[in-house]
Every structure is written in C-alpha cells, then in structure tokens.
C-alpha cells in the first residue's frame, strides 16, 4: 500500500522534477525534502516554526544553544534540528511536553545567567531572547545563580560591547570570521565564565583587527553588540524587525457586574520597585468603576488601610525581595491571600531592583548610594545580601511579567480571578 504524503509535499515533489529526495514523517505527516537538507530546513520550508537563538542561514552550524531539538523515533535522545541531516523514513517530532519543558529551561537559563533587565535595554522590543520568552510562556525566573560584575565596553566610537547581555550564541564571532575576515571577537575562559572577547581580551577600542563593519551588532540576538547611537536613543533606533509581535494583547472581554455579595477581596503589596505596575492598574480608568462591582480593594498602598486584612482572595505583589521588611512583608502575604500574583518583571525576576546585586551586595550599595559604610543609619531597612524574585521565597499562582504589565493585561486577569477562576495568558505577557 503505498504511503500517505502530504497536499503540500505533492505540490513540492512535482517542482523538484528528478531530484534527489528524501520522504520521511514529519509530527504525524509524510513529507519530501531535498537530500541533504536539515531537519530545521525541512521544518521551514513545511511551514514549521522551531526556535532557534545560534542558528542563521549564510553562517556556519555550532548548535550550541539547544533549542531547536526535536525527537527523532530511532535516536535515544533529542538532537539539534539545524545540526541533523534527514534521512529516508525518518520519523521526527518537533512538539512534545519534554521539549517545550526543555525549551522553557533553556530561556529560563539564559535569563538567569545575565544581566536581561528589559526595562533598561535598548534591544528591549526587537530582541529575540525577549520574543523567545514570550513565545514559549517564560514568564518568570527562580533559578538562583552567582550574579558577578561584567564591565561594558564602550571604548569603541561607533559600538559597545554589554556581556551581561550575551548569550554566547556566536552569531557575531562567526560573522567577524566569515563575512568580514576580520576574527576580532572571539570566546574567551570556559564554563561558567565564558564570555565574548576582542582580540583575545583587549579593549575594543584597542583593536586594530576591527573594520568598524557593523555585522556583529547586525546579527547579535539581544543588546549584547550595540551601535551607541542605538544605545542612546533605544528602540526607535533598531531598525533589525522582531520576530513575534511581543507587545500584541487581545482586547479583555466586557465586564459583567456581579451581585454585592460576591465580590472578591484584593489586595496589592508594594515590595522592593518603582510603583509603575500600581500606576498601571491605575490605567485601567474608567474600567477601574467596572471592577469596582466585581472587587473589593481591601488593602492597598493606594488606600488608608492600615494592614492587610487576615484574610484575601487575590493578592498583588509589585517588586522585587530587596529588605528584611519586603520579605516578612511577603510571607505575611503569602499566608493570608488564596492567590498570589507576582506583579510585573521586578516581582518575576528582579529585573532593575536586583541590578544593584551586580556591585558588590549590600554594603557595597550603601557606600555608593548614601556615601556612608553599611548600616549607620537605624532609620534604613535591612538590605538583603542578594535582591530576591517573589518566587524564591513563597509559591506564586500566578505571574504577570512586564515593564510594567500592560494594564489590558491586568484587566483580564483580576476579572478572570474575580469570577473564580486562574487566567491563562500564556504568550499575552512578556518581558520588559
């Protein structure tokens, strides 16, 4: 019996003529490709997103930052799409519970090993990290990793060089070598303390190996590689178009009223942040009378309630675990709210509060910010040696990241949990 073949594999195996060709199954569906493809090529060319950070057509292979591993039925374990030819027959499965959980490892990871504070960014809009987070549902960081001082390179006239940024991805070292011929960039140290160089760790304005050509900020991901004119306008200036449209969210269903009886009783907590996730629940405006039917705001840094009320329903937390006094003020919110909603990127995942981690911890912050050593003034809260995400230290229900969170994003999440229910907003929130 002959085999199945996909509508759209008819249409390109009649195009090819008498090339060589390979058939082989495709998530449930028989397809053609040319012999020697990738399976990341077959995937594209069938209509097929993979994610992919390292990879770009026109450079060389280096599969090194695994997210674009499928399942192959005869392989003991996932393999690298853009790094694994096809073969006759071969039976590969490109979306999987195990791979998306990899997937959202491998971002989580990334976010966690650098300096990604998208607030502050110039990349923040147009960056693929960025976009990856949001595609695959990342929307917040608990892995607690060895934050360390990375010094940026901004002795070049024209470019700067952030590798608190970097994820090593490699784009840049394989275009200064193989467009440009030039080799400037390069890896320098190994594990952990891998990072990007120019010429073997000199300062880039030093370099007398660089043309000043711009590929390397072309094809950087993130904001790693930078053109300072970029760096100081920011976005507007970053003409490379995003992949997904990040900032995209779908307008909330109307607000029914509810019976007086059957209003839920929020409550919002201001932790270690700047009070802009508070100033866009704010911009709800007249959508704020609407909830009024359906919440009671019960305790508030917008309010004169003098503590949080034994017990809530739904409980916001903006900001980041900097004090002793966030953290007790966490805890406390933790024992009395049903829910807990980390509020925006600061309450996921530190974002600009644990900036200051990146200086020398807590003493160091005192000297720099009040010019005094660390704790002469009684009046200051106890600094934490580490700024801690909310998650770190209680369980979170529900994150809703962003910089701040836009507050159509907040709406639909206070009426879904006012009618009882947990919103699922999966690719509605991002980063930044």
Not at 16 to 27: A, K, N, Y
Not at 92 to 118: I, K, P
Request: with cysteine.
């Amino acid at each position: 019996m002959p085999r199945p073949v996909a509508p759209c594999a008819r249409r390109i195996a009649s195009q090819r003529g008498s090339e060589p060709v390979i058939h082989f199954v495709l998530d449930g569906r028989t397809v053609v490709t040319d012999e020697g493809h990738t399976v990341l090529a077959a995937c594209r060319e069938h209509g097929i997103s993979l994610p992919t950070l390292c990879h770009l057509e026109g450079l060389s292979t280096v599969a090194s930052c695994r997210l674009c591993l499928v399942e192959v039925d005869s392989l003991p374990r996932p393999v690298p799409a853009c790094a694994t030819a096809v073969w006759e027959g071969m039976r590969v499965t490109t979306r999987s519970a195990r791979l998306a959980q990899h997937r959202r490892s491998v971002v989580a990871l990334l976010f966690a090993n650098g300096d990604h504070v998208c607030a502050a960014c110039p990349a923040s809009g147009c960056c693929e990290l960025q976009d990856l987070a949001q595609l695959l549902g990342v929307d917040h960081v608990d892995l607690e990793l060895p934050r360390r001082a990375r010094p940026v390179d901004a002795s070049r006239s024209r470019f700067l060089l952030d590798p608190g940024r970097c994820v090593l991805c490699t784009r840049c070292v394989r275009a200064c070598a193989e467009i440009e011929g030039a080799r400037t960039l390069g890896l320098a140290g190994r594990g952990a303390r891998t990072r990007l160089v120019t010429d073997g760790g000199e300062r880039w304005g030093d370099s007398p190996t660089c043309t000043d050509c711009g590929r390397c900020a072309a094809v950087c991901p993130t904001g790693a590689l930078l053109e300072t004119a970029t760096a100081a306008q920011g976005l507007a200036a970053r003409s490379r178009p995003r992949r997904t449209p990040a900032r995209a969210q779908p307008a909330p269903p109307p607000l029914a009223a509810g019976e007086p009886g059957d209003r839920a009783r929020l409550a919002t907590v201001w932790l270690g942040g700047c009070s802009g996730c508070h100033m866009s629940l704010l911009d709800l405006d007249e959508a704020l009378l609407a909830l009024a039917s359906r919440v009671d705001l019960v305790y508030s840094p917008l309010t004169d309630a003098p503590e949080l009320p034994p017990e809530v329903d739904v409980c916001l937390v903006e900001g980041a675990v900097a004090t002793a006094g966030d953290e007790a003020e966490l805890r406390g919110a933790r024992e009395r709210a049903r829910v807990l909603v980390a509020l925006g990127d600061c309450a996921c995942f530190g974002n600009v509060t644990a900036m200051r981690d990146a200086v020398g911890g807590a003493p160091a912050v005192l000297r720099r910010a009040w010019r005094a050593p660390a704790g002469v003034d009684a009046e200051l809260p106890a600094l934490l040696d580490r700024v801690r995400p909310v998650a770190e230290l209680v369980p979170i229900d529900l994150f809703l990241p962003g910089c701040p969170p836009g507050p159509g994003l907040i709406r639909a999440a206070l009426e879904e949990l006012a009618a009882g229910r947990l919103p699922a907003l999966a690719g509605q929130a991002h980063f930044g």
